[in-house]
């Protein structure tokens, strides 16, 4: 009797640790983030918003929404807590989107993690000025924003499981 309670419980024991692994790999990794042209610097530039604070910069994005204007891009100096934007008149978000910077690593991939689960999927990941800068959209989006990215010299990122 005691034999079998305890193979029972190994054998539990096993499927349960079997899983563990089974969900780490359903979580998306960032195994490249997205290549950022050099060549197309001077380009980018001239559209680059003055660098301003979070607080301002949410509040020009909603300005600039209201004029036919989508974020396309951004990026977030760290040593500075600034922020600079990007936007296009040629798209219109039809779905939801959500952009963000973090320091550190995990927290990127927990809010990758997070916006993917929420169906959306990164238009781009950079690594530049001390930190991550990410923008989220729909999936009926992706196509349209990664266009505009790709004229400014934005790759997409490389995800992994």
Do not use: C
């Amino acid at each position: 009797m005691k034999a079998t309670a305890h193979s029972v419980w190994i054998a539990f024991s096993l499927a349960l640790v079997a899983l563990i692994p089974a969900q780490a790999k359903d979580e998306l990794r960032v195994s490249y983030p997205s290549k950022v042209e050099s060549s197309k610097g001077k380009e980018r530039e001239k559209l680059f918003s003055k660098w301003m604070s979070g607080q301002a910069a949410v509040a020009y994005n909603e300005e600039m929404w209201k004029k036919g204007q989508q974020l396309v891009y951004f990026e977030y100096d760290s040593a500075q807590n600034q922020w600079r934007t990007i936007h296009s008149s040629k798209i219109k978000f039809k779905g939801g989107y959500s952009w963000r910077a973090f320091i550190d690593e995990k927290e990127m991939e927990t809010q990758l993690n997070t916006e993917n689960k929420l169906g959306r999927q990164p238009a781009f990941i950079v690594r530049e000025n001390g930190a991550y800068a990410m923008l989220f959209v729909s999936p009926e989006d992706l196509d349209a924003v990664r266009t505009e990215l790709k004229a400014l010299g934005v790759g997409e990122p490389k995800l992994k499981k």
